[in-house]
């Protein structure tokens, strides 16, 4: 069966493992770097990038995280977790992973008061997508290998380069479980590559 | 496009899981608490243990605090309105702080009403102290919870005591049948089709953190370990010797509340912890946690 690991340092982490689990994969709770060599795909959950970054220091992950990164292994990031994927954050010098090439705005739809929900076309995912969006990011800049998976209002909300997944918003809040899907698919494809 | 749906506002809370929200009373305490690794900081004119010591009326902060605080820090900023205070919260919502708390802490405004929170676009978090309590919040529109405790006394033993009663509550409900939940429903004033919610879901629909008198790492880790989605922290940062250490040791407390001995290791020196007061020696009047129906 297809292992999934979900950062479990802070944040929806509970609801990526029902996903998951939904999907028909297993999910386990990443607490500690060791536990990423029994998992064949990540998924960096929403929550506070900030205290994400600090904890992941904290815990000595950031080398870890990397070298998954670098492995082959798909990494899919939703909300917090694009920002920790992202090559390119405006207003910052460094990176935290920076393995995908987009530039992402931190809160660039505003504050909580201006959070929402939208249907979104995703493309090769669902045309009908209910997407739940706090307080997030977006992708002001894709590189040519990226490709642009689903825009809101002229902004790139979710968007694919070979084994790395970003999206803007949250698909664990809802029961909609196709991009999640989406993602244990390229896990699937990649272990068959490994192959 | 739609915006303050339950979905946005109870999936903030859903975001803050694991965390550490911090009580804070200006832009320097927020930035130290957010390099500490706090998940959101909650803006105030004074902490608790202040309000407690000063007396007299408790209200919304001074909106230049919210302001600084805002500007200071890039996690989210909670504020403080008091019970029923229908333009405190407009003022809180207008000014774009991102999650309210109907708070006890500060006195209230209205003996019988609690806010109407589906009337507006940002979430509120309201203190409770069973299960009636929490789902009458919940019906009113809060999107988050917390445990009451008893604020500002740097005493964990009755935030224990509404944990430990909302979660056994839970379990109750989640084993009823379904004739038996509209007579608990009744029993613990609470909307029947609340209680159907939680058994089907099997918990509370919306995140339950612990707050009001946690004061040490442990304190913190103990809440964990009883079922709390996460803790504030009140009086116990700013009022230690070394707010900075203090804050990075609740923070990773919270995030890794079994591993015992890392909460020995990072609760080593961390100087006096606040004084604490014993709850029996509150004269009634001076609970907050009485306030709020």
């Known amino acids: 069966m297809i292992k999934v690991g979900v950062l479990g340092l802070q944040g929806a982490v509970r609801e990526h493992v029902l996903s998951v689990e939904a999907c028909g994969a297993e999910a386990v709770v990443i607490k500690r770097k060791e536990q990423l060599d029994e998992v064949d795909g990540l998924i960096l959950p929403g929550g506070e990038s900030t205290t994400m970054r600090r904890l992941i220091d904290k815990y000595d992950f950031m080398d870890s995280l990397k070298e998954f990164a670098q492995s082959g292994k798909p990494m899919f990031g939703t909300c917090a977790g694009l920002i920790l994927l992202a090559k390119h954050i405006i207003g910052y010098d460094e990176p935290h992973i920076g393995v995908m090439d987009v530039r992402v705005e931190r809160n660039s739809f505003g504050r909580q008061r201006e959070s929402f929900e939208a249907d979104l076309d995703i493309a090769g995912v669902a045309e009908d997508f209910a997407a739940v969006f706090i307080r997030a990011p977006h992708i002001v800049e894709a590189g040519e290998n990226v490709e642009i998976l689903s825009k809101h209002n002229g902004r790139i909300v979710a968007a694919r380069e070979g084994r790395f997944l970003g999206c803007s918003f949250h698909p664990e809040l809802t029961d909609d479980h196709r991009l999640t899907g989406y993602f244990v698919e390229m896990i699937k494809e990649s272990k068959q590559l490994a192959i | ?293």
């Open chain 2, 1 to 293: 496009m739609k915006t303050g749906t339950d979905r946005v506002k109870r999936g903030m809370a859903e975001m803050q899981k694991g965390g550490v929200i911090m009580d804070v009373v200006n832009a320097e305490q927020a930035k130290i608490a957010e390099e500490a690794g706090a998940v959101a900081v909650m803006a105030l004119e004074r902490v608790p243990s202040d309000i407690r010591a000063a007396g007299g009326v408790a209200r919304m902060a001074d909106p230049r605090i919210m302001e600084e605080v805002m500007g200071a820090v890039s996690i989210p900023v909670m504020a403080k309105a008091r019970i029923g205070h229908i333009v405190e919260a407009r003022i809180l919502e207008a000014m774009g702080v991102d999650y309210i708390d109907e708070s006890e802490v500060l006195t209230p405004a209205d003996e019988e009403y609690h806010l109407n929170k589906r009337d507006y676009t940002v979430p509120f978090v309201c203190g409770c102290r069973d299960l009636g309590e929490a789902a009458r919040r919940i019906g009113e529109g809060a999107s988050m919870l917390r445990t009451k405790g008893e604020p500002g006394t740097g005493n964990i033993v009755e935030a224990v005591r509404h944990i430990r009663k909302v979660n056994a509550q839970v379990r109750k409900v989640v084993g009823m049948n379904e004739d038996e939940l509209m007579t608990e429903a009744k029993l613990l004033g609470a909307p029947y089709e609340l209680l159907l919610e939680v058994k089907s879901l099997g918990r509370l629909p919306v995140v339950n953190f612990a707050a009001g008198g946690v004061a040490t790492p442990a304190d913190a880790a103990l809440m964990m370990e009883l079922g709390a989605d996460g803790v504030f922290v009140g009086s116990g940062i700013f009022k230690s010797e070394n707010p900075a250490k203090f804050a990075r040791a609740i923070v990773e407390a919270t995030t890794h509340y079994q591993d015992y001995k890392l909460i020995a290791e990072l609760s080593k020196e961390l100087g006096t912890p606040m004084k604490g007061i014993e709850i029996s020696s509150l004269a009634p009047e001076a609970r907050m946690q009485e306030r709020g129906w």
